[in-house]
């Protein structure tokens, strides 16, 4: 099942691939043919993730195929893209005050969610009413929207839902976004549109 926020990615490394393979049947296709395959998405001067995004996808086919199917007995080896780790820089905590602060007030409470729960975006718009408990100073995260689909589940092949702690700063937001609000309804709401 593939998550409607990767929908679009996941169509294009397909295009990449159609395009590249052709006609060729799957069993046709070896490992010489994939390293060809690798160097032309290098020549579009993709990032080395980006490139290893494409095979990776095309793995995944070939492993369906493998273990779904008769269609092929193995899948052919690929090449090894190399990615260098990301480079993290953290803020300082004056920073992320200054930043903080320039976020406009109508988005403050979902910001301030995010920089004290550590929560993916997708889970804080999946937030309902009901998954807040302030008398035990828990938020049960159950679900997350996948682009503008919602799912009953994190993200994650094994997730399951988790329960944090409620931050005592994350008090005075969560308590003006919950306010009157059936159990429901969405915590946080898009000012502008007034959906979630």
């Given at each position: 099942?593939?998550?409607?926020?990767?929908?679009?990615?996941?169509?294009?490394?397909?295009?990449?691939?159609i395009e590249f393979f052709g006609n060729s049947g799957v069993r046709e296709i070896r490992?010489?043919?994939?390293?060809?395959?690798?160097?032309?998405?290098?020549?579009?001067?993709?990032?080395?993730?980006?490139?290893?995004?494409?095979?990776?996808?095309?793995?995944?086919?070939?492993?369906?195929?493998?273990?779904?199917?008769?269609?092929?007995?193995?899948?052919?080896?690929?090449?090894?893209?190399?990615?260098?780790?990301?480079?993290?820089?953290?803020?300082?905590?004056?920073?992320?005050?200054?930043?903080?602060?320039?976020?406009?007030?109508?988005?403050?409470?979902?910001?301030?969610?995010?920089?004290?729960t550590g929560c993916r975006p997708g889970e804080a718009r999946a937030l309902k009413v009901?998954?807040?408990?302030?008398?035990?100073?828990?938020?049960?995260?159950?679900?997350?929207?996948?682009?503008?689909?919602?799912?009953?589940?994190?993200?994650?092949?094994?997730?399951?839902?988790?329960?944090?702690?409620?931050?005592?700063?994350?008090?005075?937001?969560?308590?003006?976004?919950?306010?009157?609000?059936?159990?429901?309804?969405?915590?946080?709401?898009?000012?502008?549109?007034?959906?979630?």
């Amino acid at each position: 099942m593939i998550a409607p926020s990767y929908k679009k990615t996941f169509e294009k490394h397909i295009k990449a691939a159609i395009e590249f393979f052709g006609n060729s049947g799957v069993r046709e296709i070896r490992k010489a043919h994939i390293v060809k395959y690798k160097e032309v998405l290098e020549q579009r001067e993709l990032s080395n993730k980006t490139v290893k995004n494409y095979l990776d996808t095309l793995k995944a086919f070939f492993n369906y195929l493998e273990k779904e199917s008769d269609l092929i007995s193995e899948v052919a080896q690929f090449p090894r893209v190399c990615v260098s780790a990301p480079q993290f820089r953290w803020f300082s905590n004056e920073t992320q005050i200054q930043i903080f602060e320039a976020v406009a007030t109508e988005h403050k409470s979902i910001f301030a969610f995010l920089f004290l729960t550590g929560c993916r975006p997708g889970e804080a718009r999946a937030l309902k009413v009901k998954d807040v408990d302030l008398h035990k100073a828990v938020i049960t995260l159950t679900s997350a929207f996948s682009g503008k689909e919602i799912k009953d589940k994190r993200k994650g092949k094994k997730s399951i839902p988790v329960i944090i702690p409620i931050h005592e700063q994350l008090y005075p937001f969560l308590i003006d976004c919950i306010r009157d609000k059936a159990p429901d309804s969405f915590v946080f709401i898009n000012p502008r549109t007034k959906r979630f």
